[in-house]
Structures are given as C-alpha cells and as structure tokens.
C-alpha cells in the first residue's frame, strides 16, 4: 500500500508530472491512499487528474482512496456533480 499526502495546489501546471508519477504505483497493482487536506488550490485539470487516476485505478485492479478532502476540491466536485469514491 502506498500513502501520499498532496500539498498546495493540483493545477494544470503541475498535474501531468504528478500523473506521470502516480501512473507507476497504479501499474505496480495494490492500493495508493491519497490525502488531499492540504490542496488549497485546484483546477479543472486538478480534477481531471483526480478522475484520470480513478480510472486508471480502475482499469488495471489498483484500488484508490481519497481521504480528508479539502474545501476547495470537495467544491470543485458539487460544482461539476463528480464522486471520487470507488463504486
């Protein structure tokens, strides 16, 4: 199992790195725990990147947890009706 705690912000500027990063552990198979309590900041691509790692999760039998979501992700998901949770 792999835990990470996020920092800062997940914006378009950063997000293809960090998904370069993760894609790697979700290759490897287990499961990746990811706090998200101290994102202050986030964009459409910060949220596509969370999507895109649920699905790539998803597709190659790596399970994924979002724990402690910021305010502005937890926002940024009612705006656009998304649920990070695996079904």
Known sequence: MHEYKLKNSLLINNVTKL???FNKHINSGGSI????SDVSNIDSAGLAFLIEL?????HNNCKINFINLSEP??????????TLQMD
């Open 33 to 36: 725990t990811l706090d998200l």
């Open 73 to 82: 992700i937890i926002n940024f998901c009612k705006l656009y009706q998304i």
């Open 19 to 21: 998904l370069r990063q």
């Open 54 to 58: 649920k699905t790539n999760c998803i």
